[in-house]
Nanobody
Framework: VQLVESGGGLVQAGGSLRLSCAAS????????MGWYRQAPGKQRELVAA???????NYADSVKGRFTISRDNAKNTVYLQMNSLKPEDTASYYC????????????????????WGQGTQVTVSS
């Protein structure tokens, strides 16, 4: 399973960005998808996640500003980020809790976490 992110960039404080992450490969099923971020010198933290049935979880720091959504038919997750602040500056990583398909045994593998390569979001003051 491969995850490819897009949509990062440089934006002024108060602006908006939309991140996208598309999963591809031998996918059997995807449970949760979401976004983490990591700023220099800090630990990676959960930003937002969404289950396959639509339940969501947000970091307190982004509630009311960020919105996560999914297109299950396209195996894609989005993160709409509004009212961005300089402290939102970080590398944003997409993840998926997914089961891939093993064509040799013709059965699904056990669930695993997959990660994208990261996309940089920089918010200037």
């Amino acid at each position: 399973v491969q995850l490819v992110e897009s949509g990062g960039g440089l934006v002024q404080a108060g602006g908006s960005l939309r991140l996208s992450c598309a999963a591809s490969g031998s996918i059997f099923s995807i449970n949760a998808m979401g976004w983490y971020r990591q700023a220099p010198g800090k630990q990676r933290e959960l930003v937002a996640a969404m289950s396959s049935v639509g339940s969501t979880n947000y970091a307190d720091s982004v509630k009311g500003r960020f919105t996560i959504s999914r297109d299950n038919a396209k195996n894609t997750v989005y993160l709409q980020m509004n009212s961005l602040k300089p402290e939102d500056t970080a590398s944003y990583y997409c993840y998926a809790d997914a089961r891939s398909w093993d064509s040799s045994s013709w059965s699904p593998r056990k669930a695993n976490d997959y990660w994208g390569q990261g996309t940089q979001v920089t918010v200037s003051s």
